[in-house]
């Protein structure tokens, strides 16, 4: 069983910058980050691959956010730059224990889940 902690949410001015940090008690392979505003299903807003071998951006952030990982750390950061009040909900770190090479777009692809970050960015 793999815990996910996520950890960097905040309120932020529109323009700001966050780094979230999702970190596994063990190793994990495909991880993908998604958000939920209030009144909104759960989106999929950037994953990588096992081995980093494919990313995946959401069109409504690509140019803005940034997926990465730190094996050594077991750890893998969202880069969220130039913030936009649409960007605010809470979001959630998600893991697959699949060793796939193509990035997993669905959340029912995901093995474990973390408790949520919220982020909130004002105008």
């Known amino acids: 069983q793999v815990q996910l902690v996520e950890s960097g949410g905040g309120l932020v001015q529109a323009g700001d910058s966050l780094r979230l940090s999702c970190a596994s008690s063990?190793?994990?392979?495909?991880v993908g980050w998604f958000r939920q505003a209030p009144g909104k299903e759960r989106e999929l807003v950037a994953a990588?691959?096992?081995?980093?071998?494919?990313?995946y951006y959401a069109d409504f952030v690509k140019g803005r956010f940034s997926i990465s990982r730190d094996n050594a750390k077991n750890t893998v950061s969202l880069q969220m730059n130039s913030l936009k009040p649409e960007d605010t909900g809470v979001y959630y770190c998600?893991?697959?224990?699949?060793?796939?090479?193509?990035?997993?777009?669905?959340?029912?692809?995901?093995?474990?889940w973390g408790q949520g970050t919220q982020v909130t960015v004002s105008s």
């Open positions: 998600a893991a697959r224990e699949t060793r796939a090479v193509a990035v997993a777009r669905n959340a029912a692809e995901y093995d474990y």
């Open positions: 063990g190793r994990t392979y495909g």
């Open positions: 990588i691959s096992w081995r980093d071998i494919s990313t």
